[in-house]
């Protein structure tokens, strides 16, 4: 049946092309549209990452849900302690220190209240691959009293490199402190209202400023992404739970989760469309096929083969197109998707955001999986009925066809 199911496929070479044509354009629309969704999924996590909140943070047990209240009352002491033990950890690339603060930053005629990081300028630098510095350089280890501005910042108080700015908060004893700073440099990450607020001094300036040498969070940078969640279950094992939280950057990052949410529901329904395409399509040569060849069907059942069998032989005839159209699509989009990320596309800046980026299609190998075997599956899917329908034709009127 297979030997013939083989030979009756390619006797119809033009009703074969268009099927196996449909089949894998079908793929091919699936893998470029899952590549591209995947890449703005990684583009977006890397940018997360490695522009504001690093891959973990440790904090102060009830920080994350009362610390914007009293955010004092929840510092870590004795850091660099902890920090000895953690820089040890598999897949930790280093481990820095942060405190965060909030105030009004004065151009000496304006005051803008801003939020505020307290970091170590040389650590940073490798978690900060996503931060652009727009104009200025980015914080050194010199710079004992420099300060980086958020772009939204610098523009509001007119401020660029060179410039001095005063900053006044308040110290956790509630005493009012200030410190002159000369800004350094302005930035931008993928976050329009972080950088509209956001500021960066040195962790020895603000130190100095908030009067003590705790932090409010110890931030992790990892060998890998994909190690996020093994290394937040290793460190929720070794600290205890009524003392520190751990928190990955995903839960920390609402806007992520909510653009990759939509994002999965907007592809959920391109591929059912692109599925349903591919359904119509090869109904439509199937019944074109079983219409055109009822005689040959009626004369297979006038000699003895049993209806079973031609339904049989017309699914056979539908798994080797299926099979053979989903691997050609399968082969197509990958070539496409490495053709046109050689390339890259260039977007325009997400919402919410304040940068462009070159977008590409990552031919991503379960995408690829996934694809094919939806052509594969649909194909035979939409053979069923025709098949059916196929196999229950009247002898003798199929016979008339002849």
Not at 26 to 37: E, N, P, Q, S, Y
Not at 146 to 155: I, K, M, P, R, T
């Amino acid at each position: 049946m297979w030997k013939l199911a083989f030979r009756n496929v390619f006797r119809h070479k033009t009703r074969t092309a268009l099927t196996l044509a449909a089949i894998a354009l079908g793929v091919v629309g699936l893998i470029l549209t899952g590549g591209f969704v995947e890449d703005i999924f990684t583009q977006l996590r890397e940018a997360t990452i490695y522009s504001q909140l690093g891959h973990l943070q440790v904090y102060k047990a009830g920080y994350y849900s009362f610390g914007r209240r009293t955010p004092y009352q929840y510092m870590i002491a004795n850091a660099e302690k902890e920090l000895v033990k953690f820089r040890a950890l598999p897949h930790v690339v280093d481990v820095t220190p942060r405190i965060n603060f909030s105030g009004l930053l004065s151009n000496g005629r304006t005051s803008f209240p801003i939020i505020g990081e307290g970091v170590d300028p040389e650590k940073e630098l490798k978690l900060s691959r996503y931060l652009i510095i727009s104009s200025g350089r980015q914080l050194q280890k010199k710079d004992a009293y420099g300060v980086l501005l958020g772009q939204g910042v610098a523009s509001v108080l007119k401020l660029k490199p060179g410039d001095r700015a005063m900053l006044l908060l308040n110290t956790p004893e509630g005493a009012l402190n200030t410190l002159d700073f000369e800004v350094i440099g302005t930035f931008q990450t993928f976050s329009k209202d972080y950088d509209d607020r956001a500021i960066r001094i040195p962790l020895s300036a603000a130190w100095e400023l908030l009067a003590t040498k705790s932090v409010h969070g110890l931030v992790f940078a990892l060998n890998d992404s994909a190690s996020t969640d093994s290394v937040a279950a290793l460190l929720k094992a070794k600290l205890p739970a009524q003392e520190f939280e751990v928190k990955t950057w995903y839960e920390l990052s609402d806007f992520y989760q909510k653009t990759v949410e939509l994002y999965r529901r907007h592809f959920g329904v391109l591929r059912l469309i692109i599925l349903g395409m591919v359904l119509l399509s090869v109904v439509n040569s199937v019944n074109m096929n079983i219409y055109e060849r009822t005689g040959e069907f009626g004369t297979l059942m006038a000699l003895g083969n049993r209806r079973g069998r031609v339904f049989r032989l017309v699914i056979a005839e539908n798994v080797i197109l299926g099979f053979i159209g989903g691997s050609l699509g399968a082969i197509i989009g990958t070539v496409a998707a490495l053709s046109i990320s050689a390339v890259g596309i260039p977007m325009p800046p997400m919402p919410n955001t304040n940068i462009g980026y070159t977008a590409y299609i990552r031919p991503v190998p379960s995408e690829i999986r996934l694809a094919f075997l939806i052509g594969f599956v649909a194909t035979i899917l939409a053979s069923m009925w025709p098949a059916w329908k196929a196999s229950r034709l009247p002898v003798v009127e199929a016979l008339r066809q002849n």
